[in-house]
Nanobody, 125 residues
Framework: QLQLVESGGGLVQPGGTLRLSCTASGDTLVTYTIGWFRQVPGKEREGISCIASLSTNTAYADSVKGRFTISRDYAKNTVYLQMINLNAEDTAVYYC??????????????????WGQGTQVTVSS
């Protein structure tokens, strides 16, 4: 059974950089479309990026476009979310999620079946 673990979160100053990792056990991530989501307490979970399994397609929410980059490392069975120029509005718990192989890339929570436990990102001076 696929298990996802996020890491790389932490406290960073505004304008700073973090790289989140989504590492899998129990299966090979290359066979899944992977999405990144984030959630602030009291708000709905927001889809921010995804990378398709059957193509090189990626997608980004407008709120992170140009600042976040999603990528895969096949050898490490890991998907990364590189985040630059972070601001306070990026503070949230970040989750990665997996779904069946697709050529397109949905950033819709209901499209994903397997979820990690999340990693906290706090942007503050």
């Amino acid at each position: 059974q696929l298990q996802l673990v996020e890491s790389g979160g932490g406290l960073v100053q505004p304008g700073g950089t973090l790289r989140l990792s989504c590492t899998a056990s129990g299966d090979t991530l290359v066979t899944y479309t992977i999405g990144w989501f984030r959630q602030v307490p009291g708000k709905e979970r927001e889809g921010i990026s995804c990378i398709a399994s059957l193509s090189t397609n990626t997608a980004y929410a407008d709120s992170v476009k140009g600042r976040f980059t999603i990528s895969r490392d096949y050898a490490k069975n890991t998907v990364y979310l590189q985040m630059i120029n972070l601001n306070a509005e990026d503070t949230a718990v970040y989750y990665c999620a997996a779904t069946s192989p697709t050529a397109y890339c949905p950033i819709v929570e209901t499209s994903y079946n397997d979820w990690g436990q999340g990693t906290q990102v706090t942007v503050s001076s």
